[in-house]
Structures are given as C-alpha cells and as structure tokens.
C-alpha cells in the first residue's frame, strides 16, 4: 500500500503563489510517476502536471509556464510550486502516484484563489 498526505493549500489573492507538498509513504519502491490533479467545483477532476521516475515532467496547457512540479527522494515528496494564481485555479489538488499498474490518491488540499 501507498499513503500520500498533501498540504500547503489555502487561500491566496491572484497573481500569488503557492507551494504544495505531498509526502509518499508505505510501499514505495517501483513507483513510476508522481502527479498532481485537482478539481473545482462541479467540475471532473483535472491532470495537471507528471513527474516520471526518469525525473521528465509534463504539463497542462492550463498550468504551463506557471505551475512547476519537482520532488525530492531523500524525503519521499512531491512539490507542486503555483505561481501567478488566478482564480479559475480554485480547485480542491490531489497528488498521485502510479506503482505497479495501481493508481493512489491522496486526500487533497484546497486551493482557493480570490482577491
């Protein structure tokens, strides 16, 4: 099994940023991506970003040039650094990880973009 525990949401005026984390614990080896989604109010939920394990990253069209995802090993962390945050960025965010053929969630962190 494969916890993930997010954090660093909250509210912030646009054009703001924001750091989110997502610590990855339990069964960790053979992961093979590391992501993040999110998901605004009746609305599906969104990918927005892909790390690989090969460290090459991916990018909405939405979040490119803004959101920038990373991730550090020694700490078992994914990071989703959001810069110029506009409104229509509110959403609930959701880390994941890809193991195995198995897909795991975290239990999001919420994202609230106003002035």
């Known amino acids: 099994q494969v916890q993930l525990v997010e954090s660093g949401g909250g509210l912030v005026q646009p054009g703001g940023s924001l750091r989110l984390s997502c610590v990855v614990s339990?069964?960790?080896?053979?992961?093979?991506?590391m992501g993040w989604y999110r998901q605004a109010p009746g609305k599906e939920r969104e990918w927005i970003a892909t790390?690989?394990?090969?460290?090459?990253?991916n990018y909405a069209n939405s979040v490119k040039g803004r959101f920038a995802i990373s991730r550090n090993s020694a700490k078992n962390t994914v990071y989703l650094q959001m810069n110029t945050l506009r409104p229509e960025d509110t959403a609930v965010y959701y880390c994941?990880?890809?193991?195995?053929?198995?897909?795991?969630w975290g239990q999001g962190t919420q994202v609230t973009v106003s002035s």
């Open positions: 790390i690989a394990s090969s460290s090459g990253t």
């Open positions: 994941n990880v890809l193991r195995l053929g198995f897909t795991y």
């Open positions: 339990g069964s960790i080896s053979s992961i093979t991506a």
